[in-house]
């Protein structure tokens, strides 16, 4: 369970709180610490990367209820009055988010984070105008990056019409309707830009790098390094990442903001893959096998958290050793 012995989460007690992407690995980490600080939640799910299993413990709580639909279709089409009769936070998670799966989804991935974004604010600006609306965004949106670390300042090196377009440009276009109904229609948006995030409940069939080389590792199978593996990525460990959603929707005064949420510490492809062979195989040689570096895949990636040290008063605490092992321990 997460550590939640902040002030800050008492604002969830009794809220009304919306997850859309709820079975998926983030938003079902968001809706148990929802449920665990005492927020009444509505999850929305259409499963087509989301699992089930993700939601077992939240599924036996009594302030929990599932809905099986598809965040890109109008929120009055699969909600009851009922079930929104007051609605105090929104945060839109549902996304593939794998390169795997958002190229498998690319019609899903543009539309969800950019039609479905739309769709909840103007159901927002309609009925519930006061609510906190959080849109998950990515690293992505800084492309392969010309600045590095990155700052939220930073505006991004993107190919509008490559393979991993569908969602770069879906989470920029996420963005601009959520800068456009903040703005114009004063609604309290906030956007994250979520960094390579790890941690239990990952999917070992979603073809991310961390996934990958664990299942690899302990199949004791050549974990597969793509391009020469000198490529960066920050990795965060998901109870960090989660306190930080939490923390970005409970304090006053950050509508409008836009925070980069990971964990600094970067490596690159091959020392990620050494790390976990040798967390995994301790005492066994390391097996790599090289493949075809992907079209477009960004050369680096860390972001600069000042911003969400500052205003947050937050930092990720867990190491990726440590963050490792106890992804390795639950992996299935
Ligand atoms: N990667 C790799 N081997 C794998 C899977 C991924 O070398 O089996 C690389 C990939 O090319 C990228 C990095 O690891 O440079 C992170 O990939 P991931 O799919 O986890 O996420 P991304 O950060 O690219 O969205």
Known sequence: MLNLNRS???YYRHRQVLVTGAAGFLGSHLVDALLQSGANVIGVDNFITGRKQNLSWALKQPQFQ??????IQAPTTYLTETDTAQVDVVFHFASPASPPRYQQHPVETYLVNSFGTHQLLDWLKQFHPQ????YASSSEVYGDPEVHPQPESYWGNVNP??????????????ETICGVWQRDFQLDVRIARFFNTYGPRLDPDDGRVISNFIKQ??????LTIYGEGSQTRSYCYVDDLIRAVLLFGALPDLKGKTLNLGNPQEYTVRETAKIIWQLINPNRKLKLQFKPFPKDDPQRRQPNIDLAKK????????????GIKLTAEKFS
Do not use: H, M
């Not at 599932?66 to 965040?71: F, K, M, R, S, V």
């Open 131 to 134: 609510a906190r609306f959080i």
């Open 8 to 10: 800050a989460f008492n």
């Open 66 to 71: 599932l809905i099986e639909a598809d965040a």
């Open 217 to 222: 590792a302990k199949q004791q199978k050549p």
């Open 311 to 322: 205003l947050l008063d937050w930092q990720p605490e867990i190491d990726f050793k440590t």
């Open 161 to 174: 019409n490559g393979p991993r377009s569908c969602y770069d440009e879906g989470k920029r276009l996420g």
